[in-house]
């Protein structure tokens, strides 16, 4: 029973042997983020150093080969001007010349007969392996019965004669030589400094990445109010911190506006429940007649119609907020839009014993969606229409202002005390005087919500006396 159980139940294995911890090997560190941006630091660093080393390298002794190669050229010409002028006598005498020159020590010259043997010059013999003329050889050479390292360069005169021209080069291979132990010492300092580098990286990218996860796992345990400390610099790792805890002051204030939506949904429709069930559950008891039945269903429908836009509200704010009506953006101008609801709300305001005035600008070009903007500032001027006193004016005003078209909705009734205003765009919200009066205090919810997918705000200010509410958008230029 127990085998067909664990084979009837998938692909589950027995809890005592199946899970083993896993082995971590050396390997499985590079699965490290923080190792493996410190390796890439280290490595583009070690990289750039090496480039830098080889460049100073090749400039450094490129310079200085260079320079004796147009010292050697220099003097073969000009001994090969002595050659045309005076012939071999003219260019021994040169010859002779350098050498007699204290500036001349690092010279080498040599002149050989056709058999090799030396007419002039500091060299003992003709170098060994040195046999193509106008080709450059860095061979060694006894000059003086000195053992060095030559730079040369051969050329043919007349008469089988042939002249060699060099310097001593033994400078630069010292010079080659301090510079390769330099280099030597200055990549063990840039593998160090690579290294510390790397440390440095991983410890600040593991305490950044400490902190969030810090963060989130208390956020996970319960605690809302835990956010992501900041160090102060203003750098890259602020900024991080800086969106991570308004996303996470976001998702606080989203869930206490679940908590609230709840518990207001609870406590606001209760009562037209109850209202409706007891007067259904009267009828079914006490009504004699049809027209007391049908009486009694009719109320009790009205309650549930109103349950219902409740409803229809919430998910409208809902699909709002959620963005998809973004989609349906499109450039529009208010002006045409906001004449048309002043001639619709006009007539309402006067069978109330209200004026509407209005004043518009044109043209008031946005984009966004024409049915949500229509819809918002209907609401505001619901509002106004609903708590303004007889024989009072309500002033509708729209404008363009420094790339924002503002829309303004001001009234004379009883208005939003100043500690209030935040909380009235909440949802459900009511105030003092507005608890007598029709609603689900969802209208203001819904122009914040309109205003937000539209990258604006709403404003709720004092109009000595009354309410002012201003819904700014941006302009599409």
Not at 17 to 44: C, E, M, N, T
Not at 243 to 266: F, H, P, W, Y
Not at 363 to 384: F, I, K, S, T, Y
Request: aromatic share 6%.
């Amino acid at each position: 029973m127990n085998k067909l159980k664990f084979l009837s139940f998938g692909l589950s294995r027995p809890p005592a042997k199946a899970r083993r911890p896993a082995r971590r090997y050396p390997w499985l560190l590079i699965r490290s983020a923080g190792i493996r941006f410190a390796l890439v630091y280290a490595v583009v660093f070690g990289l750039s150093a090496f480039l830098l080393a080889i460049s100073l390298w090749y400039s450094t002794l490129g310079l200085l080969q260079r320079q004796v190669e147009s010292a050697v050229r220099t003097d073969i010409a000009a001994l090969l001007e002595h050659e045309t002028i005076g012939g071999l006598p003219s260019v021994i005498s040169a010859i002779r010349g350098r050498l007699a020159d204290a500036g001349g020590s690092d010279g080498i010259y040599l002149l050989a007969d056709p058999s090799g043997n030396r007419i002039a010059g500091n060299l003992d013999r003709w170098p060994v392996g040195l046999n193509n003329d106008e080709v450059w050889y860095q061979l060694p050479v006894s000059r003086n019965g000195e053992s060095s390292i030559a730079l040369l360069r051969a050329e043919n005169l007349p008469d089988g004669v042939r002249l060699l021209v060099g310097r001593d080069v033994r400078a630069r291979a010292q010079l080659s030589m301090v510079l390769q132990k330099g280099l030597i010492w200055a990549a063990c300092l840039m593998v160090v400094l690579g290294v510390l580098g790397a440390l440095l990286i991983r410890s600040l990218f593991r305490r950044m990445i400490g902190n969030i996860a810090t963060t989130t796992r208390a956020i996970a345990r319960g605690d809302l109010a835990r956010r992501v400390p900041l160090t102060g610099l203003g750098d890259e790792f602020d900024e991080l911190a800086v969106i991570i805890n308004d996303m996470l002051e976001r998702i606080s204030r989203l869930m206490d506006g679940v908590r609230q939506v709840s518990n207001a949904i609870a406590h606001d429709l209760r009562t037209p429940i109850t209202r409706a069930r007891t007067r259904l559950e009267d009828a079914a008891r006490y009504a004699r007649e049809p027209a007391e039945m049908e009486q009694a269903i009719e109320r009790a429908m009205l309650d549930l119609d109103g349950i219902v836009a409740v409803f229809e509200a919430l998910l409208r704010i809902a699909e709002i907020e959620a963005g998809s009506r973004r989609a349906a953006f499109a450039v529009i101008d208010l002006a045409p839009l906001l004449r048309d609801m002043d001639e619709l709300y006009s007539a309402v305001a006067e069978e109330r014993g209200l004026c509407l005035q209005t004043v518009i600008q044109a043209p008031l070009p946005v984009l966004g969606d024409r049915e949500l903007v229509q819809q918002a500032v209907a609401n505001l001027l619901d509002n106004a229409l609903k708590f303004s006193p007889p024989s009072t004016v309500i002033l509708l005003t729209a404008r363009l202002e420094e790339s924002v078209v503002e829309i303004s909705v001001a009234d004379r009734g009883s208005g939003i005390a100043e500690q209030d205003r935040d909380r009235a765009m909440e949802r459900f919200f009511r105030g003092e005087a507005a608890r007598n009066t029709s609603g689900s205090g969802l209208g203001l919810a819904l122009v914040v919500a309109v205003a937000q997918l539209h990258n604006g705000t709403l404003q709720l200010m004092d109009n000595h006396p009354g309410l002012r509410a201003v819904l700014c958008i941006p302009a599409r230029g």
